[in-house]
């Protein structure tokens, strides 16, 4: 049973948004510990897009720099992933992740294309 389920992928042109959602159904994931995002491409491994720590740490990779936002609403058990000015170059399935359990969500596919 996937605990952590992600919204609000899909298709967008180049420069668009979108913004992800993951929520922990039982919330024993989220509570209290680090969040992240993931993607991944075919044939490439996965790879930390953004993560959140329980204290308000965040980090970005440095290709996102700038244009992606994570945040967390910790009474809705969800953490969230603003994608701004989207680029071809984002286009992968992109993964929710609790550092708790190591724990995935199944993923959701976002595809910038013009």
């Known amino acids: 049973q996937v605990q952590l389920v992600e919204s609000g992928g899909g298709l967008v042109e180049p420069g668009e948004s979108l913004r992800l959602s993951c929520t922990d159904a039982?919330?024993?994931?989220?509570?209290?510990?680090?969040m992240a995002w993931y993607r991944q491409v075919p044939g490439k491994e996965r790879e930390l897009v953004a993560r959140?720590?329980?204290?308000?740490?965040?980090d970005y990779a440095d290709y996102v720099q700038g244009r992606f936002t994570i945040s967390r609403d910790n009474a809705k058990n969800t953490v969230y992933l603003q994608m701004n000015n989207l680029k071809p170059e984002d286009t992968a399935v992109y993964y929710c992740y609790g550092a708790y359990t190591g724990s995935w969500g199944q993923g959701i596919q976002v595809t910038v294309s013009a």
């Open positions: 959140i720590t329980r204290s308000g740490y965040i």
């Open positions: 039982v919330g024993t994931i989220f509570r209290g510990n680090s």
